[in-house]
């Protein structure tokens, strides 16, 4: 990799996002109408700002999406179909993690375990390597990196500072130091420091507390994170602790993080379960952030934290209680991909 690779923040101009679309081959079959809906709604959203880039299946998957996208009257010419195997819609986790290179960009493709095992996904793993064969991407290389990581354990702040928890990258990686899989995140990202997190989870999360549920960056100096409110929820301590350490970290030049707590949304159960319903999970694009709505009365206070986290950019609400059945949301389901480098 160049010794002059940088990875941008989520807020820097993007050319597209990236998402794979569900079908009945995939976990959302018994829910597939539900998810559909979720879908619809974000590529409307952000065919307002930018292109969506969207995997299918096969072509009679795309044919339905591009009839249900147009039912929808979505701005079709920034939509652009990519017929791929993939075994499942997370493209946080799947998806390239684009750097600013030198000599163009380049696609981080880190080893994807189904979460450590959890599920199968060979043909995951094997996502960015067949959207660059299908040239997908210009005046960039694939960089396959032989390191468990998945998008969603991972922020960064554009400016060389990267936020992570450690349970999930010590689930990844159990015969590793705090300190070996720091330096090489710092190696394979181009980061000057990684911030741990020791606190935070959701439950009904099964990804070991990716950081984007429970905290992300919004600036070089501020971090927007979910808090929890009601002493008597089971997430309450725990969040509490992860705002206390959150308190405690500093900005490259010393100072303390402006934090933004977002709400706590009511509990959400699917027969008995409890879904992992954060508006931390959000989705920044050019000129808006589009954050995920749980048909909650907290909805409304989460968009105005926000809005104030992000001034200048609209915020527009995505429907995406049925998204947490199957334990992710909105960001979770996207991959942004910089300006400049789709074909």
């Not at 500093?250 to 159960?269: I, Q, S």
């Amino acid at each position: 990799m160049s010794k002059s690779a940088r990875f941008p923040a989520e807020w820097e101009p993007q050319s597209a996002i990236l998402i794979a679309w569900p079908h009945a081959g995939t976990d959302w079959a018994a829910r597939l109408g539900e998810v559909e809906e979720t879908y619809i709604a974000l590529v409307a959203a952000i065919t307002r700002f930018q292109p969506v880039v969207a995997c299918v299946a096969d072509e009679d998957v795309e044919a339905y999406a591009r009839a249900r996208l147009s039912s929808a009257r979505v701005d079709m010419d920034r939509v652009r179909f990519i017929e791929i195997e993939y075994d499942d819609t997370w493209l946080r986790d799947t998806g390239p993690v684009t750097l600013h290179g030198a000599e163009g960009f380049e696609l981080l493709d880190f080893r994807f375990t189904g979460w450590g095992g959890k599920f199968g996904a060979s043909r995951d793993d094997r996502l960015v390597e067949g959207l660059v064969e299908r040239g997908v991407f210009t005046a960039a290389r694939h960089v396959d990196i032989d390191f468990a990581l998945e998008g969603g354990a991972i922020e960064t702040d554009g400016a060389g500072t990267l936020l992570s928890t450690w349970q999930c990258l010590a689930e990844r990686h159990p015969g590793k130091s705090r300190d070996e899989v720091g330096a090489a995140l710092a190696a394979s990202l181009h980061q000057d420091r990684v911030l741990w997190l020791d606190h935070g989870y959701l439950e009904g999360d099964d990804t070991d507390a990716h950081v984007d549920t429970l905290a992300r960056f919004a600036a070089a100096d501020a971090i927007v994170y979910q808090g929890c409110d009601d002493p008597q929820d089971t997430h309450h301590d725990e969040l509490l602790r992860m705002a206390t350490e959150l308190a405690a970290l500093r900005t490259a030049d010393g100072r303390p993080y402006r934090l933004f707590e977002l709400p706590w949304p009511r509990p959400v159960l699917d027969d008995g379960r409890r879904l992992a319903a954060s508006y931390a999970n959000f989705l920044v694009i050019n000129g808006a952030v589009l954050m995920p709505a749980y048909d909650d009365p907290a909805d409304g206070r989460a968009a105005a934290v926000l809005a104030e986290a992000f001034p200048g950019r609209e915020i527009i609400q995505v429907p995406c209680k049925p998204l947490i059945w199957q334990n992710g949301s909105l960001h979770c389901i996207t991959m942004q991909l910089p300006a400049g480098v789709l074909a």
